[in-house]
């Protein structure tokens, strides 16, 4: 896939441009749908299968909160290489971008710029300064400037011929501890990126488990609580189970993300790793004593172990 993260840098239009736009978060079924009907359109027009999207998030670029981010930038680039398509524009989102009108976004950027041919879009799509265009704006243009829209239809939860799947759901379903059942939405498990830093170094010398912690920056936290989890490392993948809270046992309430890694013995400090969030075990809790609270991991381990290994984990 050839990744652009420029208009300017595309020097001449894509042989039959099939387009399709969004901000993608998350890359669930959903998108991996649409992908997939582009792909198969850009095939029997013998041409380019092209995805747009934007960083930062476009609310966020305009100085209003934007959601918690189900994939950042680095993961959402990765799953949309995996569905197969030719080309990802990753544009950057200022407000010069937001003031582009509808009209001059589709005549000058994506049929004179990229050379679409076809634009493959939801129902409730809307684009341009003031969300202006639209897709009865797109068809009213359709002759003029040589292309075709085609509206895909919503994709539902295969538990649910009525519950639609969407980023939103998506969201509140991790945020309320459920990452088990994000699987049916995202075709993977939910997962936290990022780099091992210090802890306060008293997972192993006081509990007798030492963890890899690990910092968010903007994507979304799962509910406070223990989880059944599957690490990647650079030393191989490894179950575990990770803490996800302010260990309130020990009283100091900051806010941390402690992975046990089981029968891991490596040093990855300062690497990166990526957590697949298999299944909560547990709320957080306050313990009597470390003991206890030691006692209780062990038989989180032990939940974990069976958890994973009906997952599939080797």
Same mark, same amino acid.
């Given at each position: 896939?050839?990744?652009?993260?420029?208009?300017?840098?595309?020097?001449?239009?894509?042989?039959?441009?099939?387009? *399709?736009?969004?901000?993608?978060?998350?890359?669930?079924?959903?998108?991996?749908?649409?992908?997939?009907? &582009?792909?198969?359109?850009?095939?029997?027009? $013998?041409?380019?299968?092209?995805?747009?999207?934007?960083?930062?998030?476009?609310?966020?670029?305009?100085?209003?909160?934007?959601?918690?981010?189900?994939?950042?930038?680095?993961?959402?680039?990765?799953?949309?290489?995996?569905?197969?398509?030719?080309?990802?524009?990753?544009?950057?989102?200022?407000?010069?971008?937001?003031?582009?009108?509808?009209?001059?976004? %589709?005549?000058?950027?994506?049929?004179?710029?990229?050379?679409?041919?076809?634009?493959?879009?939801?129902?409730?799509?809307?684009?341009?300064?003031?969300?202006?265009?639209?897709?009865?704006?797109?068809?009213?243009?359709?002759?003029?400037?040589?292309?075709? *829209?085609? &509206?895909?239809?919503? +994709?539902? $939860?295969?538990?649910?011929?009525?519950?639609? +799947? =969407?980023?939103?759901?998506? !969201?509140?379903?991790?945020?309320?501890?459920?990452?088990?059942?994000?699987?049916? #939405?995202?075709?993977?498990?939910?997962?936290?990126?990022?780099?091992? +830093?210090?802890?306060?170094?008293?997972?192993?010398?006081?509990?007798?488990?030492? *963890?890899?912690?690990?910092?968010?920056?903007?994507? @979304?936290?799962?509910?406070?609580? &223990?989880?059944?989890?599957?690490?990647?490392?650079?030393?191989?993948?490894?179950?575990?189970?990770? $803490?996800?809270?302010?260990?309130?046992?020990?009283?100091?309430?900051?806010? *941390?993300?402690?992975?046990? %890694?089981?029968?891991? =013995?490596?040093? +990855? #400090?300062?690497?990166?790793? !990526?957590? $697949?969030? &298999?299944?909560?075990?547990?709320?957080?809790?306050?313990?009597?004593?470390?003991?206890? @609270?030691?006692?209780?991991?062990?038989?989180?381990?032990? %939940?974990?172990?069976?958890?994973?290994?009906?997952?599939?984990?080797?």
């Amino acid at each position: 896939m050839e990744l652009i993260e420029n208009i300017k840098q595309i020097k001449r239009p894509f042989k039959n441009a099939v387009i *399709t736009i969004g901000n993608f978060d998350g890359v669930h079924k959903g998108h991996q749908s649409l992908f997939g009907q &582009v792909m198969e359109k850009a095939r029997q027009i $013998n041409g380019t299968s092209v995805a747009m999207t934007f960083d930062p998030h476009p609310l966020k670029a305009l100085g209003i909160k934007g959601p918690s981010l189900i994939t950042r930038r680095d993961q959402k680039v990765e799953l949309i290489e995996q569905c197969g398509l030719d080309v990802l524009l990753c544009i950057p989102f200022d407000k010069a971008f937001a003031a582009i009108t509808a009209h001059d976004f %589709i005549e000058k950027i994506l049929v004179n710029k990229i050379g679409m041919k076809a634009i493959i879009i939801g129902e409730d799509y809307s684009f341009g300064k003031g969300r202006q265009g639209n897709i009865e704006f797109l068809k009213k243009e359709e002759d003029r400037l040589g292309f075709k *829209t085609i &509206v895909a239809p919503w +994709i539902n $939860n295969t538990d649910s011929d009525h519950e639609r +799947i =969407s980023s939103t759901i998506i !969201r509140k379903i991790v945020m309320d501890g459920k990452v088990d059942q994000a699987m049916k #939405y995202l075709g993977r498990h939910y997962q936290i990126r990022g780099k091992v +830093i210090k802890g306060r170094k008293r997972g192993g010398s006081q509990l007798g488990f030492p *963890t890899a912690n690990i910092k968010l920056h903007d994507e @979304l936290c799962p509910k406070l609580g &223990v989880y059944a989890v599957n690490v990647e490392t650079s030393k191989g993948n490894f179950w575990g189970v990770a $803490n996800i809270g302010f260990s309130p046992t020990f009283g100091d309430q900051m806010f *941390t993300i402690e992975v046990h %890694i089981l029968d891991f =013995s490596h040093d +990855i #400090y300062n690497t990166r790793i !990526r957590v $697949n969030m &298999v299944k909560k075990l547990r709320d957080e809790k306050k313990f009597s004593c470390i003991q206890e @609270l030691s006692k209780q991991i062990e038989e989180d381990i032990k %939940i974990a172990k069976d958890i994973l290994e009906k997952n599939g984990y080797s």
